[in-house]
């Protein structure tokens, strides 16, 4: 049986639970639960810290895990990314009072606070810097430098709100993107279980990208229709009883539906119809 562990909390926990959902595979119910097999798949998932994750993947004792990219760095343990899944996308970033610091080398003989120590002192060596020390809070860590406990900070910024709260600035390069991933052991056997599950989650993301695109126009428009919607293969064209209009059906990426749709009627095609895709194999 596959051992797949999903988190528990935080801004991972509904997206992924949702995701493997979508999937086709049992998730647990509001009431909560600590492990569930589905038996269907043949999985037994376990509900875990998302700082926790990356150990047990790591360690072996389970196949998979969804955590996020920082958070893996931040472990240090013997786990890999497999499959990029798209949602708590974040920046992490140094920061700090404005005009205090301007580049990563400022960071030299200072006292930093983060929740994610390995990260940070894993940048801070690959950029040649040497800080006092790290401190290292579990949250809330913005306040550390009203409360004077270190000179910057690193931390999650996703919209910038929470730095713009207390005064603070970023500074330097980004030290790293994140967003959810799935992880498995470093170096581990294929198993035809786990490229099914990844095939599946992958299926539901590209899905999340895609609209399924259907309208009718005319035959001699049909050319320059399917220009607008050339489809990720080729578009389908179907006969209408009526004669001389088709019927079209093309796949479109999510972020032009609207314009595509746009394009589609100023062109004169009509019952323009857009559907989401809830998986697909592409
Ligand atoms: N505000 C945010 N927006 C997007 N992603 C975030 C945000 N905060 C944390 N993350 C990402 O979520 C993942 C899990 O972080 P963490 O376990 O700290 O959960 P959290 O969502 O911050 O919840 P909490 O702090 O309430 O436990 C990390 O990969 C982190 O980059
Ligand atoms: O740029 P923003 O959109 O403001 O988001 C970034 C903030 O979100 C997270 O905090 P969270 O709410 O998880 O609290 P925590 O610091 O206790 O983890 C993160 O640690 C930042 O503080
Ligand atoms: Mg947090």
Do not use: W
Request: charged fraction near 20%; aromatic fraction near 4%.
């Amino acid at each position: 049986m596959l051992r797949v562990a999903v988190p528990n909390k935080g801004s991972l926990s509904g997206p992924a639970t949702a995701m493997l959902h979508e999937a086709g595979y049992t998730q647990r119910g509001k009431t909560g639960g600590l492990v569930i097999i589905d038996e269907e798949n043949d999985v037994e998932f376990f509900y875990l810290r998302p700082r926790d994750i990356a150990v047990y993947v790591g360690s072996g004792r389970l196949d998979l895990g969804i955590t996020g990219r920082d958070l893996l760095i931040d472990s240090g343990a013997a786990a890999e990314e497999a499959l990029a899944l798209g949602f708590a996308r974040s920046t992490f970033y140094f920061a700090a009072a404005p005009g205090t610091h301007h580049r990563v080398d400022d960071l030299d003989g200072q006292t930093i606070a983060t929740s994610y120590p390995g990260l940070v002192a894993k940048h801070l060596a690959d950029h040649g810097v040497h800080p006092a020390g790290l401190v290292r809070l579990d949250g809330a860590v913005e306040t550390s430098l009203r409360l004077g406990v270190a000179d910057a900070i690193a931390d999650v910024v996703e919209t910038g709100r929470t730095l713009a709260q207390l005064n603070l600035v970023t500074f330097g390069d980004p030290i790293m993107v994140s967003e959810a991933i799935v992880i498995r052991p470093a170096n581990a056997d294929t198993n035809p279980a786990v490229q099914r599950l990844l095939r599946r989650l992958h299926g539901v993301g590209v899905a999340r990208d895609y609209r399924i695109v259907d309208y009718i126009v005319a035959d001699d428009l049909l050319d320059r229709a399917v220009t607008i919607t050339p489809g990720l293969e080729s578009p389908t064209i179907s006969r209408l009883h009526r004669p001389g209009q088709a019927a079209v059906r093309a796949v479109v990426p999510a972020s032009t539906v609207q314009a595509v749709m746009d394009d589609l009627e100023a062109l004169g095609a009509t019952a323009i119809l857009a559907a989401q895709i809830h998986a697909c194999r592409l």
